[in-house]
């Protein structure tokens, strides 16, 4: 079972966005007041021999917002100069 670590988390006043484009690491862009919300579904399941159910993890949703406030010039490249359907599997 793994447990969540306070080096795995987000914090949410800076982040940094990359993209890996042909293999070399690029700065996209920079953010600020990252916020994400995620909500877990989950299912009771009846289990043999016990009379409470158990709840089991079915998937989960999330949305979030983040304020960008730097673009890179490769982001506005891709982005303005109409090249965003090229690259669109790498932005996403």
């Known amino acids: 079972m793994g447990y969540l670590r306070a080096k795995d988390t987000v914090n949410g006043a800076l982040g940094t966005c990359f993209v890996i484009i042909d293999g070399k690491r690029h ?3 920079q953010v600020k007041n990252v916020a994400a ?4 579904t989950r299912t009771a399941i009846p289990i043999l021999g016990l009379t409470a159910k158990q709840q089991k993890s079915g998937g989960w949703e999330g949305t979030g917002t983040m304020t960008v406030y730097y673009v890179s010039s490769l982001f506005r490249k891709v982005m303005v ?3 965003h359907e090229k690259w669109c599997g790498y932005l996403l």
Do not use: S
């Open 27 to 29: 700065e996209l862009m």
């Open 37 to 40: 919300k995620v909500k877990k």
């Open 81 to 83: 100069d109409g090249l």
